[in-house]
C-alpha cells in the first residue's frame, strides 16, 4: 500500500502499515488455541469454566451432528442465544462443518427471528432452553427450512454445586416443554464423535457468516461476510493493540496463554462483540467472562461490576452507553476495577465528556475505534496510548485498509482533506455483499482507483494529521432553514451538562425552517433540571440553527441490545403525533 497521509508521525510505533496470512479458515484460531494452550481457560460463566481443549472437544462433535443431519458446506445455520459459554463451541463447530454461521439477536419476537432465518434459508438452528427463548424459537421456525433444533440448557455448563442447587430451587432457567423431535444439546455432543467432517475452506471466498445489520433504513439486511473477512480484522487489530503489560514497561502486543481476560459484555451475535472479545480472545488464548444480560443487579449493571472484581478482568470493550453506565452507577466506589488496563470503544460515537468521566473514575483508559457489521467490523483505531489518542476522532485506518471521503450525492468525487463528506472504506475486512441484495449491492460499493470501496451512510473528514473524525450518520442529519446541522455536535454540547446522563437529538418538522432540533434527556440519577435550564444551557453554548427548540425528559433512551441510541426510534415516535 502507497504512503498514506496518515502514515505520519502519530502513527502507533511498531504497528506495520500491512499484515499478511490471514487467508486460513477461522477455525483456526480454536484449533491454534487447544494446540499450544490446551488446559488455558476459555470460558468462564458463573464460576464454571471449559477450556480450549474443551471447547474445541465440544465443537468437532457439533460439527460432526451437523454432517450427520445432512448440514453441507455452504448450508445455513443459525444462533439463537445470549452469551453463554455455548457459543463459542457452536459457532466454531458450524464452521468446522463447512457451514455458515446465521447469528440471531437473542431478544428478537418470534416475526423477527422468522424473517432472518427465511432470508438466510437457515436450515438448523441452536436456541436456550428458557421460557420466552424457546417458545419464540419454535413460533420462529414455522415456514422455514429449519429442519434440526438443538436446545441448549445452562445446567451443565454450572460447578456442580450451582447446578444442585440451581436444580432443587428451580432457579435455572428451562421451558415448559419441548416439542417432539428437537434436541437437546448435551445429548447430541454425548452422541457424536469429535470428528468434523473432512471440508476444503476456501478462505477468502468461502462465507463464514451472515450478519443482519439493524434494518434503520427497512428490514435487516444480511452482511455476506468471509473466513478471511474476520480472521484479517482479528489479526489486524492484534497488531494494533499495544500496550505496556508492567508499570513503565514497554507497549508490546497482548500476551497469550491467558495473561488477559475479556468481560463478554457485548453481545457476541454482533460483529463487534464477536470480533474484538469472542475471536480476539479465542485468538489470543485469553479468558473470556460471559455476561448474558449486562444489565443484571440492582441496580442495573451491579452483576457486571462484580464480575470485573471478581475475575480480574484486564480488558473491557463496550459501547457508550455502557460506559455512561458504569460511570454513573451509585455502587462504583464499591468495587476494584484497577484490573482493567485496556477498554475499547465503539458501535457508537463516544462523547468526550463521557470517556473522560469514566476514565476518572476507574483509572483506566478508552481507546475508541470505528466499523459496521459490513466491515467485520474494525476499520479505525486510534493509537494505544494516550500520547497519540486524539479525543473525538476514530483514529486512523487499520492496516491494509484504506478510507477515502466521497461527496454525498453520488459518491464518486473524492474531496479535500478536512471536508466533511461520506466515508467509504476499502480492506480485506470489507463484506462479500448483502445476501440476496444485488441491487442494494450496486448502491453500496465504488470502484476507485483500482480498488473496491464500501459506502457506509456515515458522514466525516480526515483532519490535518490524518485523523479520522464521523460527524454523523448520513440519514440523521437534520436541515435548519439550508444549515446542516449533525446530532452529534449538539449531542457532545449536552453531555458536558453535569446533570446529563444521556442524550439524543433528532430533527422533528417545522413549518418555517423545515426542521428543528429536539432534544431528548436522561438526568443523572438524584438529579432535576428542567427545560429552560437545558435550553439557556445551549444558548451558552451553540450558534442558533444548533439549539434544540424543546426538550424531552426521559428515565431512559431507547437504546439496541449493543447499547446504541436509536434516533430512529424517537423519529418514529414524533412522526406518529403528526
Not at 508492567?246 to 463478554?264: I, V
Not at 446541522?485 to 446529563?500: A, F, I
Not at 453554548?541 to 426510534?569: A, C, H, N, Q, W
Amino acid at each position: 500500500m502507497a504512503s498514506k497521509p496518515w502514515h505520519g508521525p502519530k502513527w502507533p510505533e511498531g504497528v506495520p502499515y500491512e499484515i499478511s496470512g490471514y487467508e486460513k479458515p477461522l477455525s483456526t484460531f480454536l484449533d491454534d488455541a487447544a494446540r499450544d494452550y490446551p488446559n488455558q481457560v476459555y470460558t468462564i460463566f458463573n464460576d464454571g469454566t471449559r477450556t480450549f481443549t474443551q471447547v474445541k472437544d465440544t465443537a468437532d462433535r457439533v460439527a460432526n451432528f451437523l454432517a450427520s443431519r445432512g448440514i453441507k458446506k455452504g448450508d445455513r445455520v443459525a444462533i439463537f442465544l445470549p452469551n453463554l459459554p455455548h457459543y463459542p463451541a457452536i459457532y466454531f463447530g458450524i464452521l468446522k462443518s463447512g457451514a455458515v454461521c446465521v447469528t440471531c439477536n437473542p431478544i428478537y419476537t418470534a416475526a423477527e427471528l422468522n424473517y432472518q432465518l427465511k432470508d438466510a434459508g437457515a436450515k438448523a438452528v441452536f436456541c436456550m432452553d428458557h421460557p420466552q427463548f424457546y417458545p419464540t424459537t419454535v413460533k420462529a421456525i414455522e415456514g422455514t427450512d429449519v429442519g434440526t433444533v438443538v436446545i441448549c440448557g445452562v445446567k451443565s455448563y454450572l460447578p456442580p454445586i450451582k447446578a444442585l442447587l440451581g436444580g432443587l430451587l428451580g432457579k435455572i432457567p428451562k421451558a415448559e416443554h419441548h416439542e417432539p423431535g428437537h434436541l437437546l444439546f448435551d445429548d447430541v455432543v454425548a452422541a457424536a464423535k469429535p470428528e468434523p467432517p473432512p471440508v476444503e475452506i476456501n478462505p477468502t471466498e468461502d462465507l463464514a457468516l451472515i450478519i443482519y445489520t439493524g434494518g434503520t433504513t427497512g428490514l435487516p439486511k444480511g452482511a455476506a461476510l468471509t473466513h478471511s473477512n474476520f480472521v484479517f480484522d482479528v489479526m489486524a487489530v492484534y497488531e494494533w493493540v499495544r500496550i505496556p503489560h508492567e508499570p513503565d514497561g514497554p507497549p508490546e502486543t497482548l500476551r497469550r496463554g491467558g495473561f488477559h481476560c475479556y468481560l463478554g459484555v457485548l453481545p457476541w451475535y454482533h460483529s463487534f462483540g464477536m470480533t474484538v472479545v469472542m475471536l480476539m480472545s479465542c485468538y489470543t488464548a485469553s479468558r473470556l467472562v460471559c455476561i448474558p444480560d449486562p444489565r443484571a443487579g440492582d441496580p442495573p449493571f451491579t452483576e457486571v461490576l462484580k464480575a470485573v472484581q471478581k475475575h480480574k478482568t484486564t480488558a473491557m470493550i463496550a459501547v457508550p452507553t455502557i460506559y455512561v453506565a458504569f460511570s454513573n452507577h451509585p455502587l462504583l466506589d464499591k468495587f476494584d476495577l484497577s484490573s482493567m488496563e485496556a477498554c475499547g470503544s465503539g458501535g457508537a460515537p463516544l462523547p468526550v465528556e463521557v470517556a473522560k468521566e469514566f476514565e476518572a473514575r476507574t483509572q483506566s483508559i478508552i481507546f475508541e475505534g470505528y466499523g459496521l457489521s459490513e466491515t467485520s467490523p474494525v476499520a479505525c483505531l486510534n493509537p494505544c496510548n494516550t500520547q497519540n489518542r486524539k479525543f473525538g476522532s476514530v483514529g486512523f485506518p487499520i492496516p491494509n485498509t484504506d478510507v477515502k471521503i466521497l461527496d454525498i450525492e453520488t459518491g464518486l468525487t473524492e474531496l479535500p482533506q478536512g471536508e466533511d463528506g461520506e466515508i467509504a472504506i476499502s480492506g480485506p475486512q470489507i463484506m462479500t455483499g448483502y445476501w440476496n441484495k444485488p441491487e442494494e449491492n450496486e448502491t453500496v460499493f465504488r470502484e476507485i482507483e483500482g480498488r473496491r470501496f464500501f459506502l457506509t451512510g456515515d458522514i466525516g473528514h480526515m483532519d490535518e494529521e490524518g485523523y479520522f473524525i464521523i460527524t454523523d450518520r448520513k440519514k440523521d442529519l437534520i436541515l435548519v432553514g439550508g444549515f446542516n446541522c449533525y446530532p452529534r455536535e449538539v449531542e457532545e454540547t449536552l453531555y458536558t451538562h453535569p446533570k446529563v446522563a444521556n442524550a439524543a437529538v433528532i430533527g422533528i418538522p417545522d413549518p418555517k425552517s423545515g426542521e428543528a432540533v429536539k432534544a431528548y434527556i436522561q438526568l443523572v440519577p438524584g438529579e432535576e433540571a428542567t427545560e429552560e435550564e437545558i435550553l439557556e444551557f445551549c444558548r451558552e453554548k451553540l450558534t442558533g440553527y444548533k439549539r434544540p427548540r424543546t426538550v424531552e425528559f426521559r428515565d431512559e433512551l431507547p437504546t439496541s441490545v449493543i447499547g446504541k441510541v436509536l434516533r430512529r426510534v424517537l423519529r418514529d415516535e414524533e412522526l406518529k403525533k403528526l
